[in-house]
């Protein structure tokens, strides 16, 4: 009697504890970010408040008018501040930019990395058993060990400090691993239906457009959100190749708002939030693909 | 005929693979072997005419300078901690995900967010939770009585340290459960049967079963995990430039220090070759391990 009843207890209970735990987790997951957008939403007088609160007493959109309308901030507020760099100003400009790289380099790593993973997997020709194996290693190489020399060779290209050098740079670290994201998934589409177009005397090309892409667009599109993904959040490349102030991406400039005496953390919370907001929709649409491209091995973190 | 068509069809092959041979030379190829080069020259770079050979000068350089051998313990500090606690609730992480429950998938979709917020964002949102006078945790920790002080979270050496780890940890965990969670989705039911039979505790089912079954893929994920977190530069420098002072310094922010702020380029690349070394051995342990070569023989 006593086991029996401990044991239908124990069937309610666990599935209990669990949510209990799911749930806690998924706090901590989201509660950064819930954070920063309660924070964007607050009036510079309610920033310190304490008790702190996670609904704004007022709130206010003035952050977000800042950065978008570009409002200069601190006007004339001290002497020697040049109101011509006040970092709001330039916002939308770094949201452009950023959306103009990640968007530059994802298409031409998809690009050529999906004519060379099916030229991989459908060809024969001496070293092609390499560019998996060059795919790998060059995808662990850190962006680190990359930036100097590449910021060498944008120098010499006349490139340094325009959007090209960011697109180039991006490039070198989202080929590797679309290549070899790809790579695996052209590996594991049947062959069938496209030898039979080919007896059929469909041309190579022909075959490639409407039947290898179609049925490799899974890939492709887990491939493309990884390269966007890497590519819109990168730092390093930006603060390492980008020097006037209009020409930052996004991460670049926004850390630009620490500068100053007085940090005003309502607009970095707004900008925080405006920055994570193109990858949330993006994640939210592609889920399914992103979970299938971790699958495939294509994880670059 | 026959062999023209071939000759003819091969030729749209190696086509197809140009322009990725000439992007992975010029953007991957050349700054890999730059690098070394750098490593072993004096370079300046105000003055692109004025490098010189420096010999080994570089590498006696970083050997000799206690700041990097103190980058590198923090870094295999840094590393090692984050691997275990990542491994550790990531693996509790996909069990918890994998139990069939109404609405799981909801919560195994969640899991993603982390790897796709900004670096950058995550840093800002800390620094703000994290504040000493106005942040949340403190106000949270004080009012559940943990502290009665302030905890300066990113201005003490130690804490700086804890912080980022927690960050690194937060971020990344994602990683290690999802690719556990599909390990653990592939692993036959009947295994679990027979000791079901034989009254086995939970324990002892994971011990026995399922923790055999997921060696493999725990030693690739460590592998790849190791490898790319000792060489993170952005989780640790956006949270606190490598401070207070430098106890947060790994090797990625040695080297960008040394290139950016001290002009000495042909140090950073030095540190990057060190770096690489470090990378290709456990590059050589996880191709030995995960033997693709193999397979991949079409």
Redesign the interface.
Known sequence: MNSQFGHAALKVIKPALAYAALLLISYIICFPLIWALSTSLKPSSELSAMPPRIIPQTMTLVNYKHLITGKQQYFGASQGYQPSSAPPQHFMSWFLNSCIVSGGSTLISIVVSTLAAYSVTRFRYPGRRLVPYFSLLGYMVPSIILVFPLFMVMTRLGLTDSLWSLVFGYVSITLPFCMWLLWAFFRGLPLELEEAALIDGASRLRVFFEIVIPSAMPGIIAAAIFSLIVSWNDFLFGRVFMNSIEQLPLTVGVMLFFEGVHVDWGLLMASAVLMTVPMAILFMLMQRHLVAGFGAGAVKG | MQADWKVA??R???L??L??VL??L???V???L??VR?AFFYIDPLN?TGDHFAGFDNFRFIFSDPLFWKSFKNAAVWTGTSIVLQTLIGVS?AL??H?Q?RG?SF????????????????A???Q??LNP??G?VN?ALK?AGLISENIYWLSTPGMAMISTIMLNV???TP?VT??VL?RLQTIPLELYDAAAVDGASLVRRFLDITLPQLAEVLVVVIVFRT??TF????EI??LTRGGPGTSTFNL?IY??EQ??ANLK?GV??AT??F??CL??A??VIY?RLFR??EE???
């Open positions: 069809d091969n749209l092959g190696i197809f693979i322009p990725f992007a992975a010029v953007f991957m050349y700054p890999v730059d690098a750098m692109p992480l918890l995900l139990l429950l799981i919560f195994r979709g969640l899991l993603l967010f982390p790897y796709i917020v900004p670096t950058v964002v995550i800002l949102t800390w703000w939770m006078e106005v949340i106000y009012r937060w971020k990344y990683f999802i690719c599909a490898i790319w060489n993170k530069f952005e420098y956006l990625a080297s960008f290139s950016i380029m950073g690349a990057g070759v770096m690489m990378l290709f456990g590059s191709i693709f070569d991949s023989t079409p």
